[in-house]
């Protein structure tokens, strides 16, 4: 994984420019109990990191930290250390980025955790949207992108919805 304090965030690259900023904004995900998309870190990590569809370098770097930070705490997690994580993947997959050696080494790894984390994070209750994430966070780490982008969308209404069609057809 790519250490904070490593120099090389400077020379990778996030929808804003070089990725300086991002260690300090992935430190904080260590010391926040506000995990919620539109608050700080997320919504800058977010808007910087996933925008509209897009991943960077830094992108790759920042998985590895997200899920460290969720295995450490679970079962307090928010749906956005799941969500973060298969989102990436979906994007990377969608647009062929390439993920550089150096970085993939430990992205990869991360990635394969997701199911375990999303195992120990059901002792918590789940409201739809946590479900939706945990869902796609599973299939992103095992490969299949396009349920992982379907799970993000779904909610009792839509999974209804479906389901009454594909009864029907």
């Not at 992935?26 to 506000?34: A, E, G, V, Y």
């Not at 994007?91 to 199911?115: H, M, N, T, W």
Request: proline share 6%.
């Amino acid at each position: 994984m790519l250490e904070l304090d490593d120099p090389r965030w400077a020379e990778l690259r996030h929808a804003y420019g070089p990725a300086s900023d991002t260690p300090s904004l992935l430190l904080r995900l260590d010391n926040t109990s506000i995990s919620i998309g539109v608050e700080e870190p997320w919504f800058t990590l977010w808007s910087s990191l996933a925008h509209q569809g897009d991943v960077y370098s830094a992108s790759f770097a920042a998985v590895p930290h997200i899920v460290r930070v969720l295995a450490r705490a679970t079962a307090a997690s928010d749906l956005s250390f799941f969500q973060f994580p298969a989102w990436v993947e979906i994007c990377r997959q969608r647009k062929g980025v390439p993920i550089p050696d150096y970085l993939s080494e430990a992205y990869f790894p991360a990635l394969r955790e997701l199911p375990n984390l999303v195992a120990a994070a059901a002792t918590q209750e789940w409201d739809d949207a946590f479900l939706a994430c945990a869902l796609s966070a599973i299939a992103a780490a095992k490969g299949h992108i396009s349920i992982a982008e379907a799970a993000l969308e779904l909610d009792t209404e839509t999974a209804e919805e479906f389901m009454k069609w594909f009864r029907e057809r």
